[in-house]
């Protein structure tokens, strides 16, 4: 009867070995566990509630599928809400991302976020989270797995009488012919000559 136990015992370390095998191939077929998103830098912290922003984040962990909107950009926070930061990966050929950068286009902030005088150029948010979302699989379904990661803070500022944003004082000449330049002055330094 011993024996007969001992072979058991043999039969089921075979049986034990052979199962962690078969999850070790599988773990090696699957490949390594993919890098969490973070984020290390962001190109602007200030833009206009008009949108049409560049903004470049640079990090790690990003996935490079970027056909199917495996990453998505939002700019907000939970109380307020989110706008969106359209990205723009696969779809351009220059600054475009990679899984160490995303890149977006800001959009015009929501109807929600303006003042009670409902002029964009008075819309003042300040600070606001960048949020990030990384589909980790599931990306071209319905139940996508996704990890957020966020950065800050980003705010989009008034238009008017704002320091930090330039001001067309002047034109000249008001007249123009084929031949001649243009001039234009105003606050901040404001000075070209085309």
Known sequence: ?????????????????????AVASAQEEAGPEPVAPAITEMTFSKGSP??????????????????DGANTVE????????????????????DCGSANRIVCDTEQVPDSWL????????????????????????????????????????EFTSARNSPSNPTLLGVEPR???????ISLTGSREFHHLF
């Open 50 to 67: 008009l949108g049409n922003q560049r903004l470049a984040l640079t990090g790690s962990g990003f996935t490079t599928n970027f056909h």
């Open 75 to 94: 700019i907000g926070n939970d109380a307020k809400g989110w706008a969106t930061c359209r990205v723009v990966e696969g779809a351009c050929t220059v």
């Open 175 to 181: 007249h123009l012919s084929a031949d001649m330049g």
């Open 115 to 154: 003042p009670d005088d409902g002029d964009l150029a008075n819309v003042d948010t300040g600070p606001l989270d960048v949020r990030v979302n990384v589909c980790r699989g599931g990306c071209d379904g319905g139940a996508p797995d996704m990890v957020e990661v966020r950065t800050g803070p980003f």
């Open 1 to 21: 009867m011993a024996r007969g136990g001992a072979g058991a015992l043999s039969q089921l370390s075979a049986a034990a070995l052979l199962a962690m095998a």
